[in-house]
């Protein structure tokens, strides 16, 4: 099995599980899910650089030199990824706060727009 093999799956599944979570009725599964969309995007713009091996990490007079702005991207798009994940946290407890539902609608499954949290069905 090859190296690019390995990571192809490897943002394959992260990528898979973050839609999955995505796609569920509460909130947190939905932040959990953009986070790990997120990492897989990372993921995936650090391998577009090439996986090299014994390749020198700076110019150097000998050899082949591994590509330093894969790198770069990654490291903003990590700093901007957790500013975003802490905006989304924040949107969720406000939601929570004044939905009274951690459900993404608002609305507590079996319960209609118009009924009351506490009314029996």
Do not use: N
């Given at each position: ?22 796609l569920r009725g509460r909130t947190w599964p939905v932040v959990l899910g953009l986070s790990l969309l997120g990492y897989a995007v990372n ?79």
């Open positions: 099995m090859s190296l690019e093999f390995l990571v192809a799956s490897g943002i394959g599944m992260v990528t898979a599980t973050g839609i999955y979570l995505i993921l995936f713009i650090f391998a577009m650089g090439r996986l090299w091996q014994d390749a020198a990490p700076i110019l150097s007079a000998s050899g082949r030199v591994a590509d330093p702005l894969p790198q770069a991207l990654v490291l903003t798009a990590i700093v901007i990824g957790f500013a975003t994940t802490g905006f989304v946290i924040e949107l969720a407890l406000r939601s929570r706060h004044e939905s009274g539902s951690d459900h993404v609608d608002g609305h507590e499954p079996g319960h209609g727009p118009g009924k009351a949290r506490d009314e029996a069905p």
